[in-house]
């Protein structure tokens, strides 16, 4: 075990078993000893089954599917580690849910983002890491520092491995611009952008094309897919405006309903994802979507954060 982090304790939830056991083999640390049982009626319960007092501790948790279960766990973690008088406790969130709900669309609705920020402060967490934060107006919802991390160091490395020419990079609306800009530049490709209407909650399609796509390779940049309406719809109006080959690369791959299915009969060649949400039993079956693990970054980040390093350095 490597001595200079042994004053770290890093304890996973059950969102993300397998990202925290790689992050823990990046870090060469041991995962926390904790027991998650649950009474009859579903209550959870967690003991913390090591010393803590003292430590600074990191609890990794999606609150990705089911939402509300892995959100209360997380909230009861970090109750049991500031009980057992931990000297800090930061939530490593991969995929911060209820993040699409981060202003008022219509009167007498709730900012339920904002709500999950105050229920994670109030529990005992000193700081969070999320990763690709669907607003990063959710970072000002926080009293508590809050670093938002990038998957794109990893899905930039992936697409320089698996492609190499006549590149175009799509922005599927108009508030993906800037990340797909940013892309675009680092990999010297094109850059185009869909003018999409949306019809209702979870409901999109394409309109317009606004770049020159034709016999291009596009790459579809996002940060999460949920449905995958707005992907295929992308796709098929990728297609009849004349590129070569579609693919799309998103961070959270929420994947609800028939999305899996889809995305399989759609015009997108391949989709990649990381594992920032476990893929589903169906999802995981379809041959178009590849995992790519954020493990790396997401330990790297944690060591800078012990460490009193700077985390935004790892994306200059």
Same mark, same amino acid.
């Given at each position: 075990?490597?001595?200079? *982090? ?9 969102? =993300? ?13 041991? $995962? ?7 009474? #009859?009626?579903?209550?959870?319960? /967690? ?52 993040? @699409? ?8 609705? $709730? ?17 969070? *890491? #999320? /990763? ?5 107006? *959710? ?13 794109? $160091?990893?899905?930039? =490395? ?20 800037? @990340?797909?800009?940013?892309?675009? +530049?680092?990999?010297?490709? #094109? ?7 949306? !019809?209702? $909650? ?6 317009? /094309? ?8 596009? /790459? ?52 990649? &994802? ?5 893929? #589903?039993?169906?999802?995981? !079956?379809?041959? +178009? ?21 700077? &985390?935004?350095?790892?994306? &200059?």
């Amino acid at each position: 075990m490597n001595e200079l *982090i042994e004053g770290l304790k890093l304890f996973g939830g059950t969102s =993300n078993l397998n990202l925290t056991k790689e992050v823990c083999d990046y870090l060469n640390i041991l $995962p926390g000893e904790m027991v998650n049982k649950a009474f #009859s009626d579903g209550e959870t319960q /967690i003991e913390i089954e090591e010393d803590v007092r003292g430590r600074d501790t990191f609890i990794v948790q999606s609150t990705c599917r089911p939402v509300n279960d892995n959100l209360m766990q997380l909230l009861i973690i970090a109750d049991a580690l500031k009980r057992a008088s931990a000297k800090s406790i930061t939530a490593v969130i991969p995929y911060y849910g209820y993040a @699409r709900q981060d202003k008022k669309v219509k009167p007498r609705v $709730p900012i339920s983002a904002k709500l999950v920020a105050d229920l994670i402060t109030v529990a005992g967490v000193n700081r969070v *890491i #999320s /990763i690709d934060l669907h607003a990063g107006q *959710i970072q000002g919802y926080f009293n508590i520092p809050v670093d938002n991390i990038y998957s794109a $160091p990893i899905v930039l =490395n992936y697409i320089r491995k698996h492609f190499k020419d006549n590149l175009s990079i799509i922005s599927p609306d108009a508030g993906g611009v800037e @990340r797909a800009r940013a892309f675009a +530049k680092r990999l010297d490709a #094109s850059l185009a952008i869909i003018d999409k209407r949306r !019809e209702g $909650p979870n409901v999109a399609e394409a309109m317009n /094309i606004v770049g020159d796509v034709k016999e291009k390779t596009a /790459i579809i940049l996002d940060d999460m897919v949920d449905t995958g309406g707005t992907l295929i719809e992308a796709a098929q109006a990728l297609v009849q405006d004349g590129a070569g080959h579609v693919y799309a690369c998103c961070t959270h791959a929420v994947l609800s309903g028939d999305a899996a299915r889809r995305i399989e009969e759609s015009a997108i060649e391949s989709l990649v &994802v990381t594992n920032t949400i476990p893929l #589903s039993r169906k999802a995981s !079956e379809c041959s +178009k979507i590849e995992v790519i693990s954020v493990a790396e970054i997401v330990g790297e980040a944690i060591k800078r954060v012990y460490f009193s390093r700077s &985390v935004s350095s790892l994306f &200059v």
